[in-house]
């Protein structure tokens, strides 16, 4: 079992930022995925973006130029840096850890962008 623990959001207003960050609490698996997702009220979740374990990214691209993935391997973490937030991407956002044959979800932590 593997339990991720978000932490990082809150009220912003626009044009204000954030970071997310979400710690694994063991990794078993060295080739893993690890990523953001976030879901509005009325909406499907959606992914935000994504790092390999090798440091390959992904970007959805209502964020790509505003937000930044990084992960620091030694701390099982995963960082989402949100600049210039926009009303819009307000959501419940969710940390999630994939490898092979695992699949895990973190609670989910409020992102709220005030205009």
């Known amino acids: 079992q593997v339990q991720l623990v978000e932490s990082g959001g809150g009220l912003v207003q626009t044009g204000g930022s954030l970071r997310l960050s979400c710690a694994a609490s063991?990794?078993?698996?060295?080739?893993?995925?690890m990523g953001w997702y976030r879901q509005a009220p009325g909406k499907q979740r959606e992914l935000v973006a994504a790092?390999?374990?090798?440091?390959?990214?992904n970007y959805a691209e209502s964020v790509k130029g505003r937000f930044t993935i990084s992960r620091d391997n030694a701390k099982n973490t995963v960082y989402l840096r949100m600049n210039s937030l926009k009303p819009e991407d307000t959501a419940v956002y969710y940390c999630?850890?994939?490898?092979?044959?695992?699949?895990?979800w973190g609670q989910g932590t409020q992102v709220t962008v005030s205009s």
């Open positions: 999630n850890y994939q490898s092979l044959t695992e699949d895990y």
């Open positions: 063991r990794i078993i698996f060295s080739i893993n995925i």
């Open positions: 790092i390999t374990s090798s440091g390959t990214t």
